[in-house]
């Protein structure tokens, strides 16, 4: 069964960077899209990014383009979100998840069925 584990997250100052990986066990990444997604406190969730499977589409959200970028290396059964030009307005926890139904490609979360327990990114001074 798909596990993701995230890591990478931490405290940086506003302008930093920082990358984050999701990794994978029990099967593989290659069949799936990924997304990555955050959460501040409060009750929603907030799409971020999504990679296909392949690799060849990737989408983001207004407030990350240009700023953000997600990859994917199936070899390592492992996708990354590199964040740049970091503003406190990102602190939240990232969660990466896999859409296991396939389809239409969506940064919606609940098109998304596995998920990781998350890490924590704050951006401060």
């Known amino acids: 069964q798909l596990q993701l584990v995230e890591s990478g997250g931490g405290l940086v100052q506003p302008g930093g960077s920082l990358r984050l990986s999701c990794a994978a066990s029990?099967?593989?990444?290659?069949?799936?899209?990924i997304g990555w997604f955050r959460q501040a406190p409060g009750p929603e969730r907030e799409g971020v990014s999504y990679i296909s499977s392949s690799g060849g589409t990737t989408n983001y959200a207004d407030s990350v383009k240009g700023r953000f970028t997600i990859s994917r290396d199936n070899a390592k059964n492992t996708v990354y979100l590199q964040l740049n030009s970091l503003k406190p307005d990102d602190t939240a926890v990232y969660y990466c998840?896999?859409?296991?139904?396939?389809?239409?490609?969506?940064?919606?979360?609940?098109?998304?069925?596995?998920w990781g327990q998350g890490t924590q990114v704050t951006v401060s001074s």
């Open positions: 998840a896999a859409d296991l139904s396939g389809g239409l490609l969506s940064l919606r979360p609940s098109k998304y069925s596995r």
């Open positions: 029990g099967s593989s990444l290659a069949y799936y899209t």
